[in-house]
């Protein structure tokens, strides 16, 4: 699976982090590290309808996680794909105030 994320979004840090606690490898792209990566995410971002609240509100949409021809923007939902139960409270490493 890959995910798209950036660590400039709390989001991303927090799906860094419960990824290392549980020791998963998933293939995360920082959009931000340079213009390809960027590129190839705009390319989803701007022709995907999950994507359209994000847009509509000005905002980024990562993470973003892709498994061969499923895409969501739902952590729990993606880990569901790899068998993985939802993010619990404690696994939480930053909250927004």
């Known amino acids: 699976m ?7 979004c709390i989001d991303c840090r927090n799906l860094k982090h419960i990824l290392k606690l549980r020791k998963l490898n998933l293939e995360y792209i920082d959009i931000i590290a340079d213009t390809t990566s960027l590129k190839e995410f705009l390319m989803i971002r701007d022709k995907e309808d999950i994507f359209k609240a994000c847009r509509d509100q000005g905002g980024i949409g990562i993470p973003c996680f892709v498994d061969d ?14 068998g993985q139960p939802p993010v619990r409270d404690e696994e939480i490493l930053e909250t927004r105030d």
């Open 69 to 82: 021809d499923r895409m969501t923007l739902d952590i729990d939902e993606a880990f569901s794909w790899i």
């Open 2 to 8: 890959k995910v798209y994320g950036a660590d400039i």
